[in-house]
Each structure stands twice: as structure tokens, then as C-alpha cells.
T-cell receptor
Framework: DGGITQSPKYLFRKEGQNVTLSCEQN?????MYWYRQDPGQGLRLIYY???????QKGDIAEGYSVSREKKESFPLTVTSAQKNPTAFYLC???????????FGQGTRLTVV | AQSVTQLGSHVSVSEGALVLLRCNYS??????LFWYVQYPNQGLQLLLK????ATLVKGINGFEAEFKKSETSFHLTKPSAHMSDAAEYFC????????????WGLGTSLAVNP
């Protein structure tokens, strides 16, 4: 079945460590997105990519980095520069203009 | 700039009662509008979408929404709430300036009481 797979579902990070969240899709979508979700704040866009080897900062990119070496994959690295990384992270993809986004099941990151 | 406003961060209804979740948008071009549902610790699932065809859009799980251009609204309704409808609901509009992005409302948490 086609879809978006995020892994791991739960991730624990020590302060000062970088961690990478995986996002893989087999929907053949060009555009991929990373969102951060905190209680009461809706979805905030971190980074997005509309084509392989290209990506743009979203509204809250500081402390995060991404790569888009393959159409199917859009990993997100949460760096030690992100001061408050504990959150629920969602990956999504879209096929084209004005279509809906498809979401993965999310990764809950907790700093311990 | 486009924006989406969801009125009421928390809505509580009794089982069997009407569900009404409000969404107002601002857009300089004809919008494409979406409603999503999110259950705890899960991703978002599309409920329905408006793409300028019919103004009354029917979605999954008995939900529907009506596009009203004069009111810039796209409210979500369901005639009879079920316990399984308890979830977070998000309204979104396509970003006219960058049509592969979605602009999101802050969400409405729906509680269904027995």
C-alpha cells in the first residue's frame, strides 16, 4: 500500500545530541513537508521540499536541518541548537498544486 | 496574506447531537479548502476538501462542509455525534502564493459526552 512512513514513533534525546527523524513515501509525490506540533499551536512548518535536491525554510527552521537526495526520502535532523525540541513531528507529502497533503503517523521526540 | 481561523479551540457535544466546527479563511484568490482529523498520537487524515466544484462537500465518517464565499467560511458539520468522533480537527487553505503549501488553523478539539 502507498503511504508515508515515519520512524521511529517515539524518540528520546539527551540534551546536546543531534537526532534524525526518518520520513519515506512511496506515493511518487514531488513535495514533502516537515511540521512541528505543540499543544494549542497547530501545525508549524519547519522545512519543505518541492523537488529533489532542493528545499526551503519554513516558519520555524532554526535548529533543524533537512536533505532531499531522493524523491522518496526527506529526513529531518534536530540539532543541539534547537532549544526546545520536545514535540510531535509530522511529515507530509503532496502531488501538486491545490491538492491535499498526506501525512505520516508522526514521531514524538522527547528530550531527557 | 492568507489565513485560517478556527473559532473555538475546544468544543463539547453530547452523543447524538449536532457537531458544528467553525472555520473562516482569508484568501485573495478562489481557495482550495480542507478539513483534517487527528486522533491522539497519530497523523492527520483528510476528512473532505473543497476544490470549487460543489459548495456542499461530503466527506468520510458522515461529515460535510459548506463553502460560503460571502461569509468566507467553510464550517464542518455532522448531524449526530458519535463517541468515536472525539479528536482534533484542523481546517486548512492552499497558499495562493505558493500553491504547494497549506495554511493551517490552530485546530479544534472535539469532545463527545455520553
Amino acid at each position: 500500500d502507498g503511504g508515508i512512513t515515519q520512524s521511529p514513533k517515539y524518540l528520546f534525546r539527551k540534551e546536546g545530541q543531534n537526532v534524525t527523524l526518518s520520513c519515506e513515501q512511496n506515493l511518487n509525490h514531488d513535495a514533502m513537508y516537515w511540521y512541528r506540533q505543540d499543544p494549542g499551536q497547530g501545525l508549524r512548518l519547519i522545512y519543505y521540499s518541492q523537488i529533489v535536491n532542493d528545499f526551503q525554510k519554513g516558519d520555524i527552521a532554526e535548529g533543524y536541518s533537512v536533505s532531499r537526495e531522493k524523491k522518496e526520502s526527506f529526513p529531518l535532523t534536530v540539532t543541539s541548537a534547537q532549544k526546545n525540541p520536545t514535540a510531535f513531528y509530522l511529515c507530509a507529502s503532496k502531488v501538486q498544486t491545490n491538492t491535499e497533503a498526506f501525512f505520516g503517523q508522526g514521531t514524538r521526540l522527547t528530550v531527557v | 496574506a492568507q489565513s485560517v481561523t478556527q473559532l473555538g479551540s475546544h468544543v463539547s457535544v453530547s452523543e447524538g447531537a449536532l457537531v458544528l466546527l467553525r472555520c473562516n479563511y482569508s484568501s485573495s484568490v478562489p481557495p482550495y479548502l480542507f478539513w483534517y482529523v487527528q486522533y491522539p498520537n497519530q497523523g492527520l487524515q483528510l476528512l473532505l476538501k473543497y476544490t470549487s466544484a460543489a459548495t456542499l462537500v461530503k466527506g468520510i465518517n458522515g461529515f460535510e462542509a459548506e463553502f460560503k464565499k460571502s461569509e468566507t467560511s467553510f464550517h464542518l458539520t455532522k448531524p449526530s455525534a458519535h463517541m468515536s468522533d472525539a479528536a482534533e480537527y484542523f481546517c486548512a487553505v492552499s497558499d495562493a502564493g505558493n500553491n504547494r503549501k497549506l495554511i493551517w488553523g490552530l485546530g479544534t478539539s472535539l469532545a463527545v459526552n455520553p
